[in-house]
């Protein structure tokens, strides 16, 4: 039987390295902050992680969530950590349904769950913090987890205009920790002892977009608000620009940056989209990465070790899912354009998970309705 967090939380080792050398100034000012969390006080803290967003996560994205404040959290005391499971899980769940519920109205792209843990944040990364991340993930995800593969959730939004049509997307889900601070996993640092962060880009462009038209609907109408604020990611095409600026501005950690672009080879690109001028020297198509992006839980980042390791070698990522549009690249309506789901008065049968992620279905839109998708009933169903 798996051991629970409480029984694990009392296993960890504080990290000798962390002692001696301490945070960075950024990370340990929010620290002292977040660390000092009380129930009852989430905006404040809320806050704190927004301003810590905006000015030190290489993630640009992450960046124009947190500067409009569309990040949707669930924080997680120490003493909830170490509580009831069935609490905790409760507790997560609740929040997910918040943000199933803004995300549907268009309001945030992006969710993340924060454990203020002074404890854990000042705990060596080792097989014991990988088993605390692992079994919360899966207290999230509802899933059985393991390290280095891929986990996904899925986020609405819906159109309500001459007829109602909801889009479903595909989100990846990725670790943070205080205690990449300074380590050479960098860019994966968080001032919480564990974080696991939630954004669909493809939401974040399709909602602002469907914001914009809104208004100047209003605006013909003569019924617009003062407040609008045009939205930061008009298109997947900018989206990849925005993309490949977050990888070429990845912190210089004590090894280097751990993600760089790659230079464009061959007389001509390949991508359709056009590339800002500060990057058309690099190739838009994949990247190179010393842990994988979209590993939820990866293995390197439970290690000691300040330098990258030597047995840590490059991968080859990808960037295509925000403009290949072929057949054999399903990603793309997946986790950038989006499926439509529903149609106001029509509906359908719920297909399997192989049926609905086969390529040969790739530019099928999947009709159902919303009272077969129980996560988004449950979170419509919820009162404001």
Known sequence: ????????????????????????????????????????????????????????????????????AAITYCLVSEDELCGSEVELASHIQEARLRWTRAGFAGKSSNFIIAV????????????????????????????????????????WLRQKASEEVVWEWLAGVNYFSAQGDRRWWQDHRFPAGIAFSVNSVG???KSGRLEKALR????????????????????????????MATIHRASNGPSGKATRLLPLKGAERSCPVEIPPALREFDPSHYEGFYHTDFTIPSEYFRPDVLRPKDVHPLDLDFTYLYNKDLDNPDYDRMGEGRRIM??????????????YMKRLRGLETEVRIDDVPRLKKALSMRD
């Not at 029984?7 to 960075?24: A, Q």
């Not at 977040?34 to 404040?44: P, Q, S």
Request: glycine letters at 4%; proline letters at 5%.
């Open 216 to 243: 100047d609907l209003a605006e013909t109408m003569g019924t617009a608000s003062s407040k609008f604020r045009a939205p930061d990611v008009r298109s997947l095409e900018q989206a990849l620009g925005i993309a």
């Open 1 to 68: 039987m798996p051991e629970t967090i409480a029984s694990l939380m009392e296993k960890l080792v504080p990290d000798p390295w962390r002692v001696e050398h301490g945070f960075s100034d950024e990370t340990a000012q929010a620290l002292d902050l977040t660390l000092n969390f009380k129930v009852g006080k989430e905006r404040e803290a809320e806050a704190v992680l927004n301003d810590w967003i905006r000015r030190y996560q290489p993630c640009l994205f992450g960046r124009i969530a947190a500067k409009e």
């Open 203 to 205: 939401h974040m462009v």
């Open 116 to 155: 203020l843990s002074r404890k854990l944040a000042q705990a060596v990364p080792d097989e014991t913090v990988t088993a605390i991340a692992l079994r919360l993930c899966s207290r999230y995800l509802q899933e059985h987890i393991e390290s280095d593969r891929i986990y996904l959730d899925r986020i």
């Open 343 to 356: 149609v106001e008065g029509r509906s359908g049968i719920v297909p399997t998970q192989s049926e609905r």
